[in-house]
Every structure is written in structure tokens, then in C-alpha cells.
């Protein structure tokens, strides 16, 4: 009667009964092996879902007969959890190798750090620090000490705070120094980056009142005055960021605009969100003003980021007036954004190789910068040489042809700096698949597509990533190489 009553059950339900339980699985041997290697507290997790998974697809029909069998046994389910396990344990995010020529990439991270900056994080990280803590006296002190004798160097005469990002330093800067008062900006200056960064929502937020002047291509001096009032709180100039306007244009020039603001009486603030401290019109990149230049032209007040062209780890600098930065620094959103201890030391390091008049030898992203054509050229033609080795048949998929790599990161729109790239074409093939299972890989290599050609720029892999580069490229090209057949 038994085994009658079982036959007339519906299929699915006589196959949710072949389900091995969770605790007849963690006594498998396959299963028991996994736990020493991820926790058995995650791997009871994991099998409860797993076996949740099942069930629901048995009841739907998608697993019976011989799937169901293979999908139950402790070696086929010992597989499935450790790919899940994976996902969950797997140091993140992974890095990769950046080929697209995009030097301060925000997607990939922006500036890669220095050395000295990389090791001054893993210090920081691995045990206590005198963060707010004077030696001296064994009392609280104060974290942006440990900055005072670099900035100090930097920007002679100057106060300063340093924060988490530019949004919050000019979010800040805003809020303490105009808040419940009118905001002077160019309407050809509200702009929008990237991670929905608006300047308008900004100044909403900090609770000043936007005043728009001028026209989206021509502001002149004369509508910066119109706008002045006694609800003034300041006059405001931002970085265009990643966009440019060209043809019938007009811009007030900086040291004009501080000499209308000093005649009111209102503080001329830069939001300069790439943070170029150096001078790059020598590379072609003329349109990045280093900041103490903006200072010396009348700025007031300026912010600009770490992790773009400072080369330094993410943070937000306010320099300017001692008296104004000073408020800054007192404002209770202040202490909101202030800058992780972790990453000050890397600040501070970054900072050091500026003093030291070493930046462009020992900062990643403005040694990446000067590098020259002939030089990434070089690199481009030892990989080349080194994959064919590797794989002879690549020679003929790779050649080396003329190009540009540019800043990224929001800033210069049009700095763009001549290179030569790594070109990947494929007879008969597809070079965008190629371009997927770099991607894909690991390590990771991000390219740029164009033209039916996957390109790779050497000038921002890092030379220590040439040779897993050269190694995933001659794996890659060498699946891709027509058989004789084809050919």
C-alpha cells in the first residue's frame, strides 16, 4: 500500500524526496573538505540556499530523471558552493590592468599611488597610530598636523583643511561660508560630473541660494557686478570638468573676478576639482592652472580633489585665506567628511614628493603624463616582440600605430597627449570577443575599441603588469589564430 501510495504521487513531489539533506551532505567527504577551506558556518548557508534553489526548480520541472541525480551528488554540489563561496570571499574590488590610456580613469580607481604613499596605507592599516595624539605633552592632538609641514611648503602663508572628496570640500566651503546667502556662478559653469555631481544641487544642499549670470558660452565681468547685492554670500568660479565650450565664447578672467569680489566684499572660492599642482602646459595641457597660481591670481579660496591629477589617494583640499579656511574647519559638517585615517599618511606622502621636486619621478600619474611617444613606443614594440615569441602567429595580429591617451578623471577636457598603441586585429575574427575575455580574466585588461581594432595603451600599464600582459595577450591570440584550414 506504501509504495502504491508513493507511485501515485505527482513526479515532482516523489523527486523533492531524493533531496539529500543538509546534514547528510556536511558529513560528505567532498562537503567536509570545503568547510575546512571556507567555514562551516558560511557552507551550512550556502547549502540551505543551494538545496532551496533545487527545490524551487524541481517543482517547476526544469530538474528531474538523470539531472536531478547528477545535480544531488556531494561532488557536483561541493562545486556549485565553492563558485558561490567565491563570490562571497573573494577579495574585492580585483585589479586589473588599465590599456585604455585614460590616466586618471574613474571607473578603474583615478590616481594610482605612489610607493611611498601604497606603503604609508599599509602601515596605517596594520596597527595604532599617533593620528590625535601629541607625543609631547601625551595629549589629544590634532589630525592635520601631521599635514601643516607640507602644506605649509606648498602654499606658503595659506590655511588649509583636507576632507574625504572635493564634493564635500566645496559643499562645505559653500555651507560655511555662504549659507542662507546668494551664490554668484556662470551659467556656463554649472556643470555636471560624473556620479551625478550637479553644482546646483550642491549649493541647495549646503543651503545657499543659487544667482546664474551671464550665458552658457559668454559671462563677462559686468554680470558678475549686476548680480552683487547685499545677500551676496560669495562669487563662485568651478572647473569645467570633462566638457568644453569653443567658438563665441567669453570667460572673466580669474585675477578680474577677484578684483569684483574684493570691491564687494565677498570671497572669490575656485572649485579646481582636478587638483593640479604643477604645471602641464609643457606636456599640451595648458588648460589646467596649478593652484597656487589661482591663489596668487586672487582666489580666495580654492578645492580641488587628491585622487585626480595630484596623483594622491581620494581626499578633498581646501586652501586659501587662513581666516576663511578657518570657519571651514569650525563648521559642525566638518568633522562629517574629514579625511580617513588610513589615508592621510598616503596624503601626506604624495604631498612630500611635491616638496621633495621629485612628483613627476616618483607620482604615477604625472610620470605616466610625461612619458613620450618614443618612449611608450618602445614599450609597445617589447610586448609585441615578447607575445610573438610567446605566440607566432600574434605577429601578424599586432602592430603598433599612432594615437592619443588623455588626463580622464574630469579633468582637462582636451588634454590629450600623442602615444602609440598596441593595435589587435583578428582576420576573420572578432577583436571585440577578445577584447571581452581580457576583461574577463585575470588579471583583467581593459582596452578601448576602435575601428574594429582593439587598442592597448601602454602608457598607463604599470611596468611591473607587462609581463601577465604579454602572457594573457599570447594566450588570447593564440585561441584566436586561424587554423590552416581557414587561412
Known amino acids: 500500500m506504501a509504495r502504491r501510495a508513493e507511485m501515485q504521487r505527482p513526479p515532482h513531489e516523489r523527486s523533492l524526496r531524493s533531496l539529500p539533506a543538509v546534514s547528510s551532505l556536511l558529513a560528505a567527504r567532498a562537503l567536509n573538505a570545503l568547510a575546512a577551506r571556507i567555514g562551516a558556518s558560511l557552507l551550512t548557508a550556502l547549502l540551505r540556499e543551494h538545496l532551496a534553489q533545487l527545490r524551487e526548480e524541481v517543482r517547476a520541472g526544469r530538474v528531474a530523471g538523470e539531472a536531478l541525480r547528477r545535480a544531488v551528488r556531494p561532488g557536483t554540489i561541493a562545486a556549485e558552493i565553492e563558485r558561490a563561496a567565491g563570490e562571497v570571499l573573494e577579495p574585492r574590488p580585483r585589479p586589473l590592468i588599465n590599456a585604455t590610456g585614460v ?222 579656511v578657518e570657519r571651514i574647519r569650525r563648521d559642525p559638517l566638518a568633522r562629517t567628511v574629514r579625511l580617513d585615517r588610513i589615508l592621510l599618511g598616503a596624503v601626506r606622502q604624495t604631498l612630500v614628493a611635491y616638496v621633495r621636486g621629485r612628483a613627476f619621478e616618483e607620482v604615477p600619474t604625472l610620470r605616466m603624463l610625461a612619458a613620450t611617444a618614443a618612449a611608450i613606443d618602445r614599450r609597445a614594440r617589447r610586448v609585441r616582440r615578447a607575445v610573438a615569441r610567446r605566440t607566432p602567429q600574434a605577429a601578424r595580429m599586432l602592430s603598433i600605430v599612432d594615437g592619443v591617451s588623455r588626463t580622464g578623471g574630469g579633468s582637462s577636457p582636451t588634454g590629450e597627449r600623442p602615444t602609440r598603441l598596441l593595435a589587435i586585429s583578428v582576420p576573420a575574427g572578432d577583436a571585440a570577443a577578445i577584447g571581452q575575455r581580457l576583461r574577463a580574466g585575470e588579471p583583467g585588461i581593459v582596452g578601448r575599441m576602435q575601428e574594429g581594432r582593439l587598442l592597448l595603451d601602454l602608457r598607463t600599464v604599470l611596468p611591473e603588469q607587462e609581463p601577465a600582459l604579454v602572457e594573457r595577450l599570447a594566450a588570447e591570440l593564440r585561441a584566436a589564430a586561424p587554423t590552416r584550414r581557414e587561412r
Request: neutral net charge; hydrophobic residues 45%; contains cysteine.
Open 103 to 324: 590616466i586618471v580613469h574613474t571607473n578603474l580607481g583615478r590616481a594610482t599611488l605612489s610607493a611611498a604613499a601604497a606603503e604609508q596605507l599599509a602601515v596605517a592599516a596594520r596597527g595604532y597610530l599617533d593620528l590625535e595624539y601629541d607625543r609631547l605633552d601625551g595629549r589629544r592632538g590634532e589630525r592635520l598636523s601631521h599635514l601643516e609641514p607640507v602644506m605649509r611648503r606648498l602654499f606658503p602663508g595659506h590655511g588649509f583643511t583636507v576632507v574625504n572628496n572635493n564634493a564635500a570640500a566645496v559643499l562645505l566651503c559653500l555651507r560655511a561660508l555662504a549659507r542662507g546667502k546668494q551664490v554668484i556662478v556662470s551659467r556656463g559653469e554649472l556643470v555636471e560630473i560624473g556620479g551625478s555631481f550637479r553644482v546646483p544641487e550642491i549649493l541647495v544642499a549646503s543651503g545657499a541660494r543659487l544667482v546664474e549670470v551671464g550665458t552658457t558660452n559668454r559671462t563677462s565681468v559686468k554680470d558678475y557686478e549686476r548680480a552683487l547685492g547685499p545677500k551676496t554670500g560669495l562669487i563662485l568660479k568651478v572647473h569645467p570638468s570633462n566638457f568644453k565650450i569653443v567658438g563665441f565664447v567669453q570667460q572673466t578672467p580669474l585675477a578680474e573676478l577677484a578684483r569684483v569680489a574684493r570691491g564687494a566684499g565677498v570671497p572669490l572660492v575656485v572649485d579646481w576639482g582636478s587638483g593640479a599642482l604643477v604645471d602641464l602646459a609643457p606636456l599640451g595641457i595648458g588648460d589646467e592652472i596649478p593652484v597656487a597660481r589661482l591663489l596668487e591670481e586672487g582666489a580666495d579660496v580654492v578645492t580641488f580633489s587628491g585622487d585626480k591629477l595630484l596623483g594622491g589617494p581620494q581626499a578633498g583640499f581646501v586652501v586659501g585665506r587662513p581666516e576663511l
